[in-house]
């Protein structure tokens, strides 16, 4: 507690207080453009920073991550196009909210859940880096195997009315991450002699065509009646579709709770990202809904779920880092060159040699989450006015952002033919019923899966027996097996409930006649 107070000596000031300011609207701007995510910011601002000081340039980069990663939901609610793969969830009850005039609400209450997981999970990370890092020193590749499977468990929880769809879904998109160079004997699969997709298919260029480019399209078909909601929504007044009532804040305050652990659990656990953690979450809330067929036609705690667990993966994913040296993100494999240039080497070391800088680190990451509530607040009443605009001016300017996103991937124009590609079939998908979230999950889950799975049957000699030695991995294994048995009696009860009244009704007509 005595270095972090000295860690706020060293931030608040106005030339650290300014290069957050700077770091956090940076990243909030790059996160409402599709395609330029925190990735993307945090790279390009390295260089940057070699002539700041190491608080001010450490501080600099963790407010892009954090602006970006709350900035991402504003292209989810009002276009129907993530910033960022992770806040696709956002995107299925966000973008509803906003075609009923409600995107205000949909958009404060995304910033708020932000900005909780985002601060709980900073909180986590400074009280309990050290006795997690011992916890994470047990998690070898047998253990996150099983935690893996666990997590493709709620596929089930995201795949609509039809579960045959979604496991369809989720095996094309495990068939699609198995594109590229065979894990083990580098042999190039699915990929038609092409050596762009030796490295696998691109997840930006994936999920910007099947959610914006796709959804673009179908709404081109509907034009004159969406342009009509356009102009009803103009008119709206009601104070309520503009605010976050207390009856929103009494029904989002679990789900933003469990988001927050769920993020705050995967950023922890490497290799997951924030993906995992957002799709996780927004399955669990809607599971615990009373009512969760209705989740993807507007309910305000998906977009909680899932913005508090995307959010609270960013601090929680240092916690390996700044511990044990080893990054859980892509955001904390890149600060990894940037904590190196500015003289702090990531590991248990650091805490020894340089505590004053750490406990900066920290003072910096909190200090970065109320910022990220203002700058949210402010630019909210701009990038709302986007809603008010006609669809047929919207449909070029989300197209173009697109190909841009796609284009930054590589910078070549093969992600943009990918995208396409993947526009077609999310066209098709979302015409037959077929569940795109869960293809993204499986799209997301499947090259660690395969990777962890050939390095188990290794370490466990090919013999099952082996599992004993493995703990963790057993208990993950059980939960998996109650998680099927749960989904499975969830829905034989919504079978009968929906035939149930259809059989007693022909009864009694029979009854009748």
Not at 212 to 228: K, P
Not at 420 to 443: E, N, P, Q, R, Y
Request: hydrophobic share 50%; with cysteine; proline share 5%.
């Amino acid at each position: 507690m005595q270095s972090l107070i000295g860690g706020f000596n060293d931030v608040l000031n106005f030339y650290t207080l300014f290069w957050i300011l700077v770091g956090v609207t940076t990243g909030y701007v790059l996160g409402a453009l599709p395609g330029l995510g925190k990735g993307t910011g945090v790279a390009v601002a390295i260089p940057l920073t070699f002539y700041l000081e190491p608080v001010a340039a450490i501080a600099l980069l963790i407010g892009i991550a954090k602006g970006s990663a709350a900035g991402s939901a504003v292209s989810a609610i009002l276009l129907n196009t993530p910033g960022e793969p992770s806040s696709a969830p956002t995107a299925l009850d966000g973008y509803p909210l906003a075609r009923q005039g409600k995107a205000q609400k949909a958009l404060k209450m995304g910033l708020y859940a932000s900005v909780i997981g985002d601060f709980l999970s900073t909180v986590v990370l400074i009280t309990l880096a050290a006795p997690l890092a011992q916890y994470a020193l047990l998690i070898g590749p047998v253990e996150l195997c099983a935690i893996l499977v666990f997590s493709l468990t709620f596929i089930g929880g995201l795949s609509g009315k039809s579960l045959i769809k979604g496991l369809i879904a989720a095996a094309f998109g495990i068939l699609a991450a198995t594109v590229g160079l065979e894990t083990e004997s580098f042999i190039p699969r699915l990929t038609f002699g092409l050596l762009e997709l030796d490295d696998g298919l691109p997840l930006i260029p994936i999920a910007i065509g099947m959610l914006a480019v796709a959804e673009m399209a179908i709404q081109a078909g509907n034009m004159e009646q969406l342009d009509e909601q356009t102009a009803a929504m103009a008119e709206s007044d009601d104070p309520a579709d503009r605010t976050v009532t207390r009856d929103d804040w009494r029904r989002c305050a679990m789900p933003i709770l469990r988001g927050t652990f769920i993020g705050s659990l995967v950023g922890i656990l490497p290799g997951l990202g924030a993906s995992v953690g957002s799709f996780l979450s927004y399955g669990a809330t809607r599971r615990a809904s009373d009512d969760p067929d209705s989740f993807g036609t507007g309910r305000i705690e998906g977009v909680a779920a899932a913005e508090s667990a995307d959010n609270a993966v960013v601090p929680s994913s240092f916690v390996p880092l700044f511990a044990l040296g080893i990054p859980g993100s892509v955001i904390a494999a890149i600060l990894i060159a940037a904590f190196v240039l500015h003289g702090l080497t990531p590991g248990p070391l650091m805490f020894r040699e340089d505590p004053q800088l750490v406990a900066a680190v920290y003072a910096a990451m909190l200090c970065a989450s109320v910022v990220l509530l203002a700058i949210g607040l402010t630019g909210q009443r701009l990038f709302s006015q986007v809603v008010r605009v006609p669809i047929r001016l919207i449909i070029p300017g989300v197209l173009l952002l697109c190909c841009i996103g796609s284009y930054m991937e590589t910078s070549s124009l093969f992600p943009i033919w990918i995208m396409l590609g993947f526009a077609l079939l999310g066209f098709f998908a979302k015409k037959l019923d077929f569940s795109f979230v869960t293809f993204l999950i499986g799209f997301v889950i499947g090259p660690s899966a395969e990777l962890t799975f050939r390095q188990s049957l290794q370490l466990l000699n090919h013999d099952w027996r082996n599992l004993g030695d493995h703990p963790i991995a057993l208990v993950f294994m059980a939960l998996t097996l109650v998680t099927l048995v749960i989904l499975a009696r969830g829905r034989t009860q919504s079978a009968s409930r929906e035939t149930g009244p259809a059989v007693t009704g022909q009864n009694h007509e029979g009854r009748i006649s």
